[in-house]
């Protein structure tokens, strides 16, 4: 659950165009082909689908939509969407503002009385940009010992939402992505209208741009028309790795490739929503004025020098993109059943391929091999919220931890993913005490070097024992052996680091545990930041 947090050939059909169906590029589309290439009969896949100023250029399949039934997967196969979902119940909040309906600044308690009363101050607006502080369910559910299979409802949201004591963070002072406030936007479309999201988005969105193939699904026992499974990557091969969650509104979206055109072509086209786009596209700020790089369901970027609005999505087996590049009228859709695939990058792939010559050089990696010479970059860094990424030498070459994936040197300390050079950089200080993570077009992430150290049998003692909260049930089972451990609920037992000063972190799940002290010098309570929650309180049993 926390890594939520984590045979017929495939063939290419194409589906009724947006506006007019364009001749396919057959030079094109043989390199769109090289890019999947990796996609086959016996694997799960991807879909793509290209469009420009309304019309298709291009919707192919590659892979399998079902293993077992040998089913290829096809522009017409509907896969679930994940978090691009987030964009359409954006637009549907801001068509009933658009109606007068419902206020952006409208406090969100007085349309869902049952939120707690720490949620008073949140307004529509703060959802949408995730500016709220409203703790992810996901994060609370794994936490309360909620299973991987559990069928999450409204009801689970609002009773989790219920255990805590506060938000996140005051509304508009910090940013965080939160799943609940997407379903608590749905569940808000719902109270205004009268209608499911489904059924308004239906009524107002997809019929009339033509997406005659997509739905929210409420229920995820209905069928799926044409549905292609998820599937990860387990010892065995590959596992079915659906979406069972009967939530909507952060997710639940299922289309096709032409759908998805028909979509982002509406972004240009503003035949719905003209000025609901314009507020979606543009990135939100914080009360000091500093910018978020998230819109409202949409995130603003850029990609080689050109201006770009996306969203990805990942849950199960299914990992998703949404490219729109408005200056050139160009849409990308990237919708993979595929746990392995990237789907960012492989939009980036076929970006280079349609915008051929408008787009600065790709970025070159340069040809010597750091070596030693990048052993100081090595170690753990943490930034100002809890969030922690490891760097380590192995073969002589310096990557990622968790997950593992070597890097390749841009220039000096700088450094990129071989398969993404020009995608996210990490710039290292030289001195390796801080590095940032720079994305194109979006705010600087900076992180600081920390020390870590395994806790001495005699330190260790003072924070051993048992550790119970409300706001997330699992009891956290503190242990001192050869080294300090956490035990929380069915999870393996994982290691601690220490980070500093009653500070640790538990890299296998990314938890950071930071322990408050009684007077006789013994850890007597203790906070817990678990990525999209922070600060979850607990007690030690028996102080």
């Not at 194409?14 to 086959?40: E, L």
């Not at 044409?226 to 069972?244: D, H, Q, R």
Request: hydrophobic fraction near 40%; include cysteine; charged fraction near 20%.
């Amino acid at each position: 659950m926390f890594k939520r947090l984590l045979s017929a050939s495939a063939a290419c059909v194409v589906v009724p165009s947006i506006a007019i169906a364009a001749a396919p590029d057959a030079g094109r589309q043989a390199k769109v082909d090289a890019v999947f290439a990796d996609y086959g009969p016996a694997t799960p896949g991807c879909t793509v689908g290209v469009e420009q100023d309304g019309r298709t250029l291009l919707t192919r399949g590659y892979g399998a939509a079902d293993l077992e039934a040998k089913r290829a997967l096809t522009p017409t196969s509907s896969v679930y969407m994940a978090s691009v979902s987030k964009q359409v119940t954006a637009m549907a909040v801001l068509l009933l503002v658009e109606d007068g309906k419902l206020g952006l600044d409208d406090r969100v308690r007085a349309i869902l009385p049952e939120l707690p009363a720490y949620a008073d101050a949140v307004t529509v607006r703060q959802l949408l940009t995730h500016n709220s502080g409203l703790r992810d369910f996901f994060t609370l559910g794994a936490l309360s010992g909620i299973s991987n299979d559990h069928v999450y409802t409204e009801k689970d949201l609002i009773d989790l939402l219920g255990r805590q004591q506060g938000l996140d963070f005051a509304p508009d002072t910090d940013h965080l992505y939160s799943n609940s406030g997407y379903v608590a936007l749905s569940m808000i479309v719902q109270r205004v209208s009268g209608q499911r999201l489904d059924d308004f988005a239906r009524a107002r969105i997809f019929t009339p741009l033509g997406m005659t193939q997509t739905r929210f699904q409420h229920d995820h026992n209905q069928p799926v028309p044409e549905k292609a499974n998820g599937y990860v990557k387990s010892a065995t091969g590959w596992a079915l790795s659906n979406s069972n969650l009967d939530v909507v509104g952060d997710g639940g979206l299922y289309s096709t490739a032409g759908d998805m055109l028909r979509w982002i072509a509406n972004m240009d086209s503003g035949k719905v929503g003209a000025k609901s786009v314009a507020l979606m596209r543009v990135s939100a700020r914080l009360k000091d004025g500093t910018p978020t790089g998230y819109g409202m369901g949409l995130s603003p970027g850029s990609y080689r020098g050109v201006p770009i609005v996306h969203h990805g999505g990942a849950l199960g087996g299914y990992r998703t993109m949404t490219w729109w590049i408005p200056s050139e009228k160009l849409g990308i859709v990237i919708s993979c059943n595929n746990g392995d695939a990237r789907s960012a990058e492989l939009a980036g792939k076929v970006a280079n391929i349609f915008l051929e010559g408008k787009l600065k050089p790709a970025t070159v990696l340069a040809a010597d091999a750091p070596g030693e010479a990048a052993r100081p970059f090595a170690g753990v860094y943490r930034d100002p919220a809890g969030s922690y990424l490891e760097f380590a030498l192995k073969d002589g070459k310096l990557g990622t931890v968790r997950p593992e994936r070597p890097l390749a040197r841009l220039a000096g300390s700088t450094f990129a993913f071989p398969t993404d050079p020009d995608g996210t950089r990490i710039a290292f200080d030289a001195d390796g005490k801080a590095m940032r993570l720079i994305s194109e077009g979006n705010p600087e992430r900076r992180f600081a070097r920390v020390e870590t150290a395994v806790a001495s049998a005699a330190a260790g003692a003072a924070y051993a024992g048992e550790y119970r909260g409300t706001e997330a049930t699992i009891p956290l089972v503190i242990r001192q052996g050869d080294a300090l451990t956490l035990k929380a609920g069915p999870l393996p037992e994982m290691k601690l680091v220490q980070t500093g000063p009653d500070r640790f972190w538990a890299p296998d799940m990314g938890l950071e545990l930071l322990f408050t002290r009684d007077a006789g010098g013994r850890a007597s309570a203790l906070e817990l930041n678990a990525g999209r929650a922070r600060g979850l309180k607990y007690a030690r049993a028996g102080s």
